[in-house]
Every structure is written in structure tokens, then in C-alpha cells.
């Protein structure tokens, strides 16, 4: 894979994990929440990885109004929905401003109007610049993408 036409591979391990840090965001189905944190937290660890030297108050503030979060920002994941965890886990990733989202089934625990709300966010993000890589074996949420890559068994069988 290439970045900036520079091979990843070539990279050493401390510049592939500044580049995780900083340029990537992963949006996971399970979420992958402190369970101890609260929802401000949670989204901070986004921006602590990415050694980001804005205000981090003002970030975070922002990217939990861009998911609709702000009112619930002093609570712990137990005390949210599946749906309020994705977006915390979205905002988690969104909060760097990253180049490049790796989400994988962003909406498979989700019920399809939340589903929708999620991909909404996604559809959002991918509209200002960000490219967004998503695996997803629903065919419904496959369609909102601009390019479908369909893999069986380990092999492209579609493009």
C-alpha cells in the first residue's frame, strides 16, 4: 500500500504507528469502548493517539455535536445504546480529522434506521475529503458506496 507515493512497507514500525496515529481512523463493529471512560473520554483517546496539539476541548466539543453525542457526554458506554456506542466509537476516529477510516460493519450490530443515521455520518465525512474503506456484507448499506469491491474465499471477484 501506498501513501503520499511512499510504499507503508518500506516504513519502519515507529513511523506505521504515527501514521495509524495520526492519518487513520478504525471504526469497529464491536465498538471497542473504555468501559470505565465516559463518553468525552472515550473520544479523547482518539486525539491522545494522534498527538494532536489543538484545543482539545473545542475538538472534542465539536465532533460530539457533528454525532448528536453532546448531551450525553458525562455518561458511560453501559449507560448508551448500541447506536450511541457507534457513534462514540465514529467520533473516536472522526475526532483527529483523519485522512483515511478503516470501518469494519459500522452498522452490523445496528438496527437499519440507526444504520442509516451511522452511514449518514460516514456519507458526511467521505464528502469532505476522507476516504473511508468499509467492510460490510449487507448489500443494502454496500450500495450507498461510490465503489463496491466484492471479495469471496480471499479473492476479488468483482470490481
Request: glycine share 6%.
Amino acid at each position: 500500500m501506498k501513501w503520499n507515493e511512499q510504499s507503508i512497507y518500506d516504513w519502519d514500525v515507529t513511523k506505521r504507528s504515527q501514521w495509524r496515529g495520526t492519518s487513520v481512523g478504525f471504526v469497529f463493529q464491536s465498538f471497542n469502548l473504555v468501559p470505565y471512560l465516559t463518553v468525552y473520554e472515550n473520544v479523547s483517546v482518539g486525539l491522545s493517539l494522534a498527538n494532536n496539539g489543538t484545543a482539545v476541548n473545542e475538538t472534542i466539543d465539536a465532533i460530539l455535536e457533528q454525532v448528536d453525542l453532546t448531551a450525553r457526554k458525562d455518561h458511560l458506554p453501559s449507560e448508551l445504546s448500541i447506536g450511541q456506542q457507534q457513534r462514540v466509537a465514529l467520533a473516536r476516529a472522526l475526532v483527529k480529522k483523519p485522512r483515511l477510516i478503516l470501518a469494519d460493519e459500522p452498522t452490523g450490530n445496528l438496527d437499519p434506521d440507526t444504520g442509516k443515521e451511522v452511514m449518514e455520518i460516514i456519507k458526511r465525512q467521505h464528502k469532505s475529503g476522507t476516504t473511508v474503506v468499509m467492510i460490510t456484507h449487507d448489500p443494502n448499506i454496500a450500495q450507498m458506496a461510490q465503489r463496491i469491491i466484492k471479495i469471496v474465499d480471499g479473492k476479488i471477484v468483482a470490481q
